[in-house]
C-alpha cells in the first residue's frame, strides 16, 4: 500500500457515517452584510483601501489617462509597463509617450526579461476585474495580456477599476460570478501594498511587492 | 547557510527553558508588549459580539462538516488538482515528505529554493533536510529571514521573529549581511532585507509555500500574506511546492470567505490580509509567467491518529491564526522557543502531542491555568482547555491496551496515582475524613516549615490546630 492509501484507510476507518448538514454560508451573509447603494459601496472600498494605505484618485473615463501621467510625473517615473491588447494598457500606449513617458509591454515569457522586470520596471498599470467594499479589496484575474508579476514586482502598481464593479462582500463576488465554476491559474485579492509588521510590529510598507498601490477608481464622480 | 544544525527540541527541559525566560526581564517585557498589541488589534477588529458569536459558530460548523467529509475531500482535492495539472504526493511522517520534496528538486537538477512562511515546512524541518542534501532554503518571510539569519527558530506561528528587538535586528543585518551598516530604522531594515530577497526570487529554480485553505470542489491552493513574498514565491520560480497538512481543506470555494475573514482579524487584527493568492493551476500555454509545475505535499504526521477519536478530531479544525497564543498567561510569560515544539502555545500543546508522541511532551499538556482564554478566543472554537484535561488524562493515566494515542501513558507515576487514590478514598468515607482531618489538627505542627516554591513568598501550609467542625459545634454550644 502507498502512503495515500494508508492514510485514506486510516481516515475512511474513523469518518462519521453521517457529516453534519452543509453550513449555510449564504444566510450568514444575508443577516449579517447589508447590501450598499453603489456610492456607498464606492465609499466603503475607498475608506479601507486607503486604511491600508494605497492611494485612490477618482476619474472619468474621459481623463483618467490625464490621472495616470499626473501620478507618474508626481514620482519622477519616466516608464510603465503596461498590457498591451487591453482597452486601458492601449489607451496608455497611445496617451502616454507623447507625454514623455516611455511605455514597455510584457510581450514575451519572464525567463526572457526577469533581470529587467526585477532591476528596470518602477511601475505598471494593470486593470482590476472587480473589487470588495467590505474590507477595501481590489480582485485582480492575471492572464496572458495582463500576467501575474505586473502586479508584484513593479515599486509602483497602478489599477484601474470600473467603480460599477465594486460587490459588497468577498462572498457575494464569488457566488455573482460562479467562480465555484472554475477558476484562472491565479486569482487574486489584493487589500494595499505590500508590508510588513515582523520587526518590533513596526508597520513598514514596501516589503516585498508594490511599495506604493495606487487606485484609478472610475466612474465615482470626477 | 547555519553553522550547525538546529532542530526542535522535544519537550525534556521544558521547565528550565520556561525559567530562563521568566528570569529575562527583557524578553518577558517583548511578549508582553507584543501580546498586548495583538490582543488590542483582534478585539478592535470584532466591535459586535453578537456578529463574533455568529461568525465563530460558522467558522465551527464549516471546520466539522469538512472534516467530517475529509477522505472524501482529500480524493477529489486530488482529483481535481490533478486534472488541472498539478501534482499531488502524500507524505505519512516527516521523513517521507522530506523525501518527496528533495526528490522534485534533485529531479529539476536545482540547487536554489526560496520558501514563503509555512509551518508545515518547519514541523518536517525541510531546511535542514534540504542544507544534508546541498540545497540552498532561503526563507523569505522577513520575520523568518531574521530568524533563519540568527540560527534560531520562530516563537510565534504568525510573528516568528516577535521576540527580537529592533536593535538586534540591527546588529543582526549588521553582521550577517555582506555591505550592511548598522541602523535600527525599522524601514531600512526591511528595505535591506528586500533587496537581498528580491535578487534570490530572480534566482531560485524552487518556490515553497505552505497552503491556508485547500479547495476540493475547484483544485485550488489558497495562500494568506501582506508581504509580497508569497505571491514571489510561488510565481517567479520555475517550480512551485506547496506543502500542507491533511485538515487544511474545505470542500466548497464560498467556505473559504467567513475563514478567510475570521483568520485575518484573529490572527494580526486585519479585516483582510494584504494579498489572498489562489493558485488553481501551473502555467498554460500562452501565459508569460508562473511556475511551469507545481506540487502539492498532503502531509499526516499524526494527524490521522488526531482524527480517529471523535474529540481529538476537534484539534484539527486549527485554522493557525494563533489568537490562542497570543491570549494565553503561558505564552506571554514564557514565550515560543520554551516549548521546544514547532507550534508552542495552546494550539502547540494540544497538536503536538499527535506528531510527536506524548512521551515527548506530556509536560506541556500541564503547562496551563486552565484559564480557558485561548478556548474563547479560538475563531473556530476548538475546546482547547477539554483537550488539555483529555491529554493530561491520556498522558497521566496507567498505560492500557489499544491507546487513542502515541505515548498514552508515558507521565504515568504509581506513587501519584497512589496517593490520588488514598485521597480519593478519604473524601469518599466520612469516618476516614473525619480521623485524618483530626489527626492533622493534632500534628499539623509536624509539616515542614520549607514548601518548595509555596514558601518563597508565602507563610508555610499547616492545617488548623482546630477544624471548621469544631469551631462551628463550639458556636453553636455558646
Known amino acids: 500500500m502507498s502512503a495515500r492509501d494508508r492514510i485514506l484507510a486510516r481516515l475512511n476507518r474513523s469518518a462519521p457515517q453521517q457529516p453534519p448538514a452543509l453550513p449555510d454560508v449564504g444566510s450568514w451573509y444575508a443577516t449579517h452584510r447589508s447590501s450598499e447603494t453603489p456610492a456607498d459601496k464606492a465609499r466603503r472600498f475607498r475608506h479601507y483601501i486607503e486604511l491600508a494605505h494605497a492611494e485612490v484618485h477618482a476619474v472619468s473615463r474621459n481623463n483618467w489617462a490625464d490621472t495616470l501621467h499626473q501620478v507618474l510625473k508626481a514620482r519622477g517615473i519616466d516608464r510603465l509597463l503596461v498590457a498591451e491588447g487591453t482597452p486601458h494598457g492601449d489607451t496608455a500606449l497611445d496617451a502616454l509617450p507623447p507625454r514623455g513617458i516611455e511605455c514597455s509591454v510584457y510581450d514575451m515569457a519572464i525567463e526572457a526579461w526577469k533581470s529587467e522586470m526585477f532591476t528596470a520596471t518602477p511601475a505598471s498599470l494593470t486593470a482590476a476585474r472587480a473589487a470588495i467594499a467590505e474590507t477595501g479589496t481590489l480582485i485582480l484575474w492575471p492572464n496572458e495580456k495582463e500576467p501575474r508579476l505586473m502586479s508584484l514586482v513593479p515599486p509602483v502598481h497602478i489599477v484601474l477599476l470600473d467603480a460599477s464593479n465594486i460587490y459588497n462582500t468577498f462572498f457575494e463576488a464569488m457566488t455573482a460570478e460562479a467562480w465555484n465554476n472554475g477558476l484562472p491559474t491565479n486569482a487574486l485579492l489584493v487589500s494595499g501594498p505590500s508590508k510588513t509588521a515582523d520587526i518590533q510590529q513596526t508597520l513598514a510598507y514596501g516589503a516585498h511587492g508594490p511599495k506604493e498601490l495606487i487606485v484609478l477608481l472610475l466612474g465615482e464622480k470626477a | 547557510m547555519s553553522e550547525h544544525t538546529l532542530h526542535f527540541k522535544p519537550a525534556e527541559g521544558f521547565r528550565a527553558r520556561s525559567k530562563a525566560v521568566v528570569d529575562n526581564p527583557f524578553l518577558r517585557q517583548s511578549f508582553r508588549g507584543a501580546m498586548d498589541f ?49 501534482k499531488v504526493h502524500w507524505a505519512e511522517t516527516p521523513d517521507e515528505a522530506n523525501a518527496i520534496i528533495l526528490g522534485i528538486i534533485q529531479g529539476h537538477g536545482a540547487t536554489r529554493m526560496v520558501k514563503g512562511k509555512s509551518m508545515v515546512s518547519e514541523e518536517i524541518e525541510l531546511n535542514h533536510a534540504a542544507e544534508a542534501a546541498g540545497i540552498e532554503a532561503l526563507e523569505s518571510d522577513m520575520g523568518e529571514y531574521i ?29 550577517k549581511v555582506p555591505g550592511v551598516d548598522y541602523t535600527d530604522n525599522v524601514d531600512a531594515l526591511i528595505q535591506i532585507g528586500r533587496n537581498v530577497l528580491r535578487r534570490k526570487f530572480q534566482e531560485a529554480e524552487i518556490g515553497l509555500s505552505g497552503v491556508n485553505f485547500a479547495v476540493a470542489e475547484t483544485g485550488t491552493l489558497c495562500l494568506v500574506e501582506n508581504e509580497g513574498n508569497g505571491r514571489m514565491c510561488t510565481t517567479a520560480p520555475a517550480v512551485h511546492i506547496a506543502i500542507t497538512g491533511i485538515e487544511k481543506i474545505v470542500e466548497k470555494l464560498e467556505h473559504v470567505p467567513p475563514l478567510l475573514s475570521l483568520l ?21 500555454p500562452g501565459e508569460k509567467d508562473g511556475p511551469e509545475e507545481v506540487h502539492l505535499v498532503l502531509l499526516d504526521n499524526g494527524r490521522s491518529q488526531a482524527y ?85 488524562s491520556e498522558a497521566f493515566s496507567a498505560p492500557h491496551a489499544n491507546p487513542a494515542m502515541r505515548g498514552q501513558g508515558a507521565g504515568h507515576s504509581s506513587l501519584i496515582s497512589a496517593i490520588w487514590r488514598g485521597w480519593a478514598l478519604v473524601y469518599r468515607s466520612p469516618a476516614l475524613y473525619r480521623a485524618v482531618s483530626w489527626l492533622g489538627s493534632r500534628f499539623g505542627w509536624l509539616m515542614p516549615s520549607r514548601q518548595g516554591a509555596w514558601t518563597t513568598v508565602r507563610e508555610p501550609l499547616r492545617p488548623a490546630p482546630k477544624r471548621l467542625r469544631d469551631q462551628l459545634k463550639e458556636r453553636n454550644k455558646a
Open chain 2, 264 to 284: 485575518t482579524r484573529s490572527a494580526t487584527g486585519q479585516n483582510i490580509s494584504t494579498y489572498f493568492n489562489m493558485i488553481s493551476s501551473p502555467r498554460k
Open chain 2, 38 to 86: 495583538l490582543m488590542s488589534k483582534r478585539a478592535a477588529q470584532f466591535p459586535d459580539p453578537e456578529e463574533l458569536e455568529s461568525l465563530r459558530n460558522l467558522g465551527e460548523a464549516i471546520r466539522q462538516y469538512n472534516l467530517a467529509k475529509l477522505p472524501d475531500l482529500l480524493e477529489r482535492l486530488e482529483a481535481n488538482l490533478t486534472r488541472n495539472g498539478i
Open chain 2, 308 to 392: 480517529a477519536d471523535e474529540q481529538l478530531r476537534k484539534t484539527l479544525q486549527c485554522i493557525r491564526c494563533g489568537a490562542c497564543m497570543n491570549h494565553c498567561p503561558v505564552y506571554t510569560r514564557i514565550g515560543g522557543h520554551a516549548y521546544g515544539t514547532t507550534y508552542p502555545g495552546p494550539i502547540g500543546k494540544i497538536v503536538s502531542p499527535h506528531m510527536l508522541g506524548l512521551d515527548a511532551t506530556a509536560g506541556l499538556t500541564t503547562a496551563s491555568s486552565l484559564c480557558g482564554a485561548c478556548g474563547e478566543v479560538c475563531p473556530v472554537k476548538i475546546p482547547i482547555p477539554d483537550l488539555l484535561i483529555r491529554l493530561r
Open chain 2, 147 to 175: 530568524v533563519q539569519l540568527a540560527n534560531e527558530k520562530p516563537s510565534h506561528i504568525i510573528m516568528p521573529a516577535i521576540h527580537k528587538t529592533k536593535e538586534e535586528i540591527a546588529r543582526l543585518f549588521h553582521e
